[in-house]
């Protein structure tokens, strides 16, 4: 079994630490993990994180991206924005994002978050690079922004937990939806139904650790590794077997990203 982790902050888990971050990849390979994208994201003025530093550390393993996440565009400055651009058009940032739009926590207005959202998706377009979008009660809202946009084939709706109704609005838009561990939860039964409805060209799979750690894992700080536990519930709810699944996932993400396949 060779699984992608379509969407972690591998940064985040290895805190400036390449030993840890090699331990923690060593463990995904060892789970049947054989890639990570690796989600670059603006920390503060100035930093945009370590997903670039690990990507030179770990080039086969890891694909990198690069965003400004919605929580964050009130505080970004121009300046930033700039250097942001930049660095999306580096030939090893093969996506942009994560971007997109959250209305739960609302640290950023919504206004600000929409044309954040927007700029991302007019980089998205003008590079030629994918795009990977956050989406938080703000369904209607993002659902025409992309449309609007025009970027719906080339994106991702990351950690996607919606019902079969909203992943029909999506996949109509040519998106992708990518399953976390929220799958593996007792409250998402709606989600389990609108992944049997994902056509086979249109499904990844993700950890967005180190959050949303799947049973049996829950509990537990979320790494690469545990991405097997989501493969063999969506296997399950599929009816299909673990390792074709983890084989069509993999040939889905790698197209995404332009790597092949």
Same mark, same amino acid.
């Given at each position: 079994m060779q699984l992608i982790d379509a969407h972690c902050h591998l940064d985040v888990l290895a805190k400036g630490s390449l030993e840890l971050a090699k331990a923690i990849l060593e463990r995904a390979k060892e789970a049947g993990v054989a890639h990570t994208v690796a989600i670059g994201q603006?920390?503060?003025?100035?930093?945009?994180?370590?997903?670039l530093?690990?990507?030179?550390?770990?080039p086969s393993e890891l694909t990198a991206t690069m965003?400004?996440?919605?929580?964050?565009?009130?505080?970004v400055l121009e300046k930033d924005w700039g250097e942001w651009e930049r660095?999306?058009?580096?030939?090893?940032?093969?996506?942009?994002?994560?971007?997109?739009?959250?209305?739960?926590?609302?640290?950023?207005? +919504?206004?600000?978050?929409?044309?954040?959202?927007?700029?991302?998706?007019?980089?998205?377009?003008?590079?030629g690079k994918p795009l990977v979008v956050h989406m938080r009660e703000a369904h209607e809202d993002c659902i025409h922004i992309l449309r609007e946009e025009g970027v719906g084939e080339q994106s %991702?709706?990351?950690?996607?937990?919606?019902?079969?109704?909203?992943?029909?609005?999506?996949?109509k838009l040519g998106c992708c939806l990518s399953i976390s561990g929220i799958v593996t939860y007792v409250s998402a039964e709606a989600l389990r139904?609108?992944?049997?409805?994902?056509?086979?060209?249109?499904?990844?799979?993700?950890?967005?650790? +180190?959050?949303?750690?799947?049973? +049996?894992?829950?509990?537990?700080?979320?790494? +690469?590794?545990?991405? %097997?536990?989501?493969?063999?519930? %969506?296997?399950?709810?599929?009816?299909?077997e673990v390792e074709l699944l983890a084989q069509l996932c993999s040939a889905n993400t790698l197209r995404f990203l332009g790597r092949g396949v």
């Open positions: 603006w920390r503060r003025e100035g930093d945009f994180g370590g997903t530093e690990l990507l030179e550390a770990f965003g400004i996440h919605p929580h964050e565009v009130g505080k660095l999306c058009m580096l030939e090893g940032v093969h996506a942009i994002g994560e971007t997109g739009l959250d209305y739960y926590y609302k640290h950023s207005g +919504p206004e600000q978050q929409r044309e954040a959202f927007r700029r991302h998706c007019q980089l998205a377009k003008r590079l %991702v709706i990351h950690c996607f937990s919606g019902d079969v109704w909203q992943a029909e609005a999506y996949l139904e609108a992944v049997k409805s994902i056509p086979d060209e249109r499904l990844l799979l993700e950890t967005d650790s +180190p959050y949303l750690a799947p049973v +049996p894992m829950r509990g537990k700080q979320n790494e +690469p590794a545990f991405v %097997v536990h989501t493969a063999k519930a %969506v296997a399950k709810i599929r009816k299909t």
